[in-house]
């Protein structure tokens, strides 16, 4: 069991960019599928997940085209590359680690704190 911790969170105009890191300090990241979470009031929904070895990724349809994961397992580090950025995008960010490869937040049990992403003119 490890710790997660996000940063790149920040204010930005429509249309931009900004990536999220997640380091994982744990030592599980090398065979634990990874995901991005944005949690909106009181709803955590689903972003974007890499499996273990980052042969496979999928992502939620509003951010489809836009958003990229990644992850580099020599600086345990899980991405999300956010382009074309807007207002609806924004929400805390949070990742999480899960040993199955799945979009449903029940399933994974390490959880960061969060980095806010502020979408605005």
């Known amino acids: 069991q490890g710790q997660l911790v996000e940063s790149g969170g920040g204010l930005v105009q429509p249309g931009g960019s900004l990536r999220l890191s997640c380091v994982d300090s744990?030592?599980?990241?090398?065979?634990?599928?990874m995901g991005w979470f944005r949690q909106v009031g009181h709803e955590r929904q689903y972003v974007a997940v890499i499996n273990w070895d980052g042969s496979s990724s999928t992502y939620a349809d509003s951010v489809k085209g836009r958003f990229t994961v990644s992850r580099d397992k020599v600086k345990n580090t899980l991405y999300l590359q956010m382009n074309s950025l807007k207002p609806e995008d924004g929400g805390v960010y949070y990742c999480?680690?899960?040993?199955?490869?799945?979009?449903?937040?029940?399933?994974?049990?390490?959880w960061g704190q969060g980095t806010h992403v502020t979408v605005s003119s």
């Open positions: 999480a680690s899960s040993i199955h490869y799945t979009r449903r937040t029940e399933d994974f049990g390490y």
């Open positions: 744990g030592h599980t990241f090398s065979t634990y599928a």
